[in-house]
């Protein structure tokens, strides 16, 4: 099994030890610095530039430059979707955004993990777990968000919230670690 077939099945891989993850992070990564180049009035290319760069795109949507991923294909974005600056997605596994999304400024969505065991981590592996977003979320500015956690359908999180685990529909949630704050 390749160790990209490894990191989308969620089992332990190592990212440098495969030609084609390497090439498909450099790939994105110059995606990206294309993109966070532009000239912020060229909305046509920035908008084809997302497109080629993420897996599923809907018809309406504006990421704010600079955004930064590592793959860039295991990300899908739901309709009217809105990100404001410096949105980081560590997109080693799949990232799921749901209709009516927006996302404040300096957010980190983390999918990657590393071991606990420091000399399997010193070896450099790691893995990743899907993160899920639903339905007409609001994501504060400074929130981070871990691998593995699925977030429900009208949802708030507070901002400089650290998402750690799931969160059901209809809350409001805040704090680090992140806990409901209220039912909306």
């Not at 390497?22 to 046509?44: A, G, I, M, V, W």
């Not at 600079?66 to 990100?83: K, L, M, T």
């Not at 404001?84 to 999304?101: E, M, P, Q, R, S």
Request: charged letters at 20%.
């Amino acid at each position: 099994m390749s160790e990209k077939d490894k990191m989308i099945n969620g089992e332990l891989y190592l990212p440098d030890a495969d030609t084609i993850l390497f090439t498909e992070r450099l790939k994105c990564k110059s995606l990206c610095h294309k993109y966070n180049n532009l000239p912020p009035e060229n909305l046509d290319e920035r908008k084809q530039l997302i497109i080629q760069l993420l897996g599923k795109t809907q018809n309406k949507f504006y990421i704010e430059q600079p955004f930064y991923c590592d793959y860039g294909y295991n990300i899908e974005i739901g309709e009217n979707f809105y990100s404001n600056h410096n949105l980081v997605i560590l997109d080693c596994a799949k990232v799921k955004f749901g209709d009516n999304v927006f996302i404040g400024p300096n957010c980190g969505i983390y999918t990657a993990e590393h071991p606990l065991d420091a000399e399997t981590r010193n070896k450099g592996y790691e893995y990743a777990k899907p993160i899920i977003i639903g339905n007409n979320v609001w994501i504060g500015g400074g929130v981070n968000i871990v691998a593995g956690v699925k977030i429900g359908n009208n949802v708030v999180i507070a901002a400089g919230a650290v998402v750690t685990k799931d969160i059901p529909d209809n809350c409001l949630i805040g704090g680090v670690p992140a806990k409901i704050i209220k039912n909306l």
